[in-house]
């Protein structure tokens, strides 16, 4: 068993809505594991889905099968900056008649700021490589990864893990 520690930093903001309270859509601390998986390029996903069904299921029991799991990564240093959103709904009608009235849509993004800092583990059978850089979120922002491999005691004592795991992967 190898265990690698990824220190990941970001270079641009980055957003997804991991949560969504009238209009504020916010991103939180973690990084979610199944994301990080694709971002590093260990699962493969189709370009382009007409359906937009995950297919967690079938795309990362290849990983299960050949004994590599990444840990969903812990905050080191976040920082959050907001930003707000307005644009106005356009129609186009085939008769150039005026429209009348003007539905804007706004709303605030609580994104990761850049800089911010994370630490997750790759558990692998076999000695793997991954990138230097990944993008992350919505807006595909840059990240830097620094990955250092752990030494791996070998015994049958109990351990205590102070890392983040998906609850669903257990």
């Not at 850089?133 to 893990?161: C, D, F, H």
Request: hydrophobic share 40%; with cysteine; proline share 5%.
């Amino acid at each position: 068993m190898r265990i690698y520690r990824l220190f990941i930093t970001s270079h641009d903001s980055i957003y997804w809505a991991t949560r969504e309270v009238d209009r504020l859509y916010q991103s939180e601390t973690y990084l979610h594991n199944y994301a990080l998986t694709y971002a590093l390029g260990l699962a493969k996903s189709t370009y382009h889905d007409n359906v937009q069904i995950p297919r967690y299921q079938e795309e990362l029991s290849v990983l299960n099968e050949v004994g590599v799991y990444v840990t969903p990564a812990a905050p080191v240093c976040v920082d959050f900056v907001g930003n707000t959103y307005k644009f106005a709904d356009t129609r186009y009608h085939v008769e150039m008649e005026q429209c009348s009235y003007n539905v804007p849509t706004f709303g605030m993004i609580r994104e990761i700021a850049a800089e911010s800092q994370f630490v997750c583990y790759v558990l692998a059978e076999q000695s793997i490589r991954l990138p230097k850089w990944i993008r992350l979120g919505k807006w595909m922002s840059k990240a830097s990864v620094q990955m250092t491999e752990l030494p791996v005691t070998e015994g049958n004592g109990s351990y205590v893990v102070s890392l983040p795991l998906n609850p669903l992967d257990i």
